[in-house]
């Protein structure tokens, strides 16, 4: 009998390393994904009255991970954060998050519910905010198998979020953002046209950015500048604008360690 159990130990055994050599030659194609999503940006709208500075960071963690040589998924928790300041006064606003991020081989999407609050401060008005609501981002990959280069990539992404005012001058009741980029060229140096639109509701304000702008190979800096149009007051001004893709960094330096260590290798 116990020669019974030590044979079906050891079929077992067998069995198990072979179905895992099996799970890890599909998921090998999945090797490079990232378990973390992360980027920091600023812009600046130039306003003859004075400028419109803005900060924004997004932090994603991704612990839990399933896929085959389809697909590969992630769930993960995060933080999302804006800041504002205008003349006129400043705001701020902290989202709490829950995605999922799937990976394609025709590119990839993340999905998000969103909750946090926004606080406002202009004058004696100080609007206060629970947010609620959903935010998805799309990449689509155009690269050709024959190598060309042209219109190699698609990002659009967008944000819907109820706001419950908590005192009688909150006046917002929704924020919309949606917005894309289209990467002209593949190359060390990675072109794009961008727009971004924000809206509140009901009639708050409406506003439109248009940018060209451009990447390096890795995507890790972004540089953007063009027209901001305030469609509620009928005003064009321009805007710069720069971000930092902080997880596509530390995959490169990660990459670049590799390969130094791969040299060094007897």
Do not use: C
């Not at 902290?94 to 609050?117: E, I, K, M, S």
């Not at 917005?179 to 809206?199: I, M, N, T, V, W």
Request: cysteine-free; overall charge neutral; glycine content about 12%.
């Amino acid at each position: 009998m116990r020669k019974t159990w030590v044979v079906v130990a050891v079929m077992i055994s067998v069995v198990s390393s072979a179905f895992a050599d099996e799970i890890d030659k599909k998921m090998s194609k999945w090797a490079g994904v990232s378990r973390v999503d992360s980027f920091i940006g600023a812009k600046v709208v130039f306003d003859p009255d004075g400028n419109k500075n803005s900060a924004h960071g997004n932090l994603i963690l991704y612990p839990w991970a399933w896929g085959d040589e389809e697909s590969f998924n992630l769930l993960g928790v995060g933080y999302k954060g804006n800041y504002w300041e205008s003349p006129s006064g400043h705001g701020q606003r902290h989202l709490g998050q829950f995605a999922l991020r799937g990976y394609r081989d025709w590119g990839n999407y993340r999905l998000a519910l969103l909750g946090g609050v926004q606080n406002e401060d202009y004058g004696e008005s100080h609007p206060r905010y629970n947010l609620y609501g959903i935010g998805g981002y799309l990449s689509l990959n155009h690269k050709d198998l024959d190598g060309e280069k042209a219109f190699p990539k698609t990002e659009l992404w967008a944000q819907a979020l109820k706001a419950d005012g908590r005192n009688s001058q909150s006046t917002t009741d929704g924020i919309i953002d949606v917005g894309g980029r289209q990467y002209l060229y593949e190359g060390d140096f990675k072109p794009f046209l961008g727009a971004d639109l924000s809206l509140g509701t009901p009639d708050k304000y409406a506003s439109l950015g248009i940018g060209l702008g451009a990447t390096d190979r890795n995507e890790i800096l972004f540089l953007s500048v063009g027209p901001q149009l305030d469609l509620k007051k009928e005003g064009v001004f321009s805007f710069a604008n720069a971000g930092l893709d902080t997880s596509n960094l530390i995959s490169w330096i990660i990459r670049e360690d590799a390969k130094k260590q791969v040299k060094k290798a007897p």
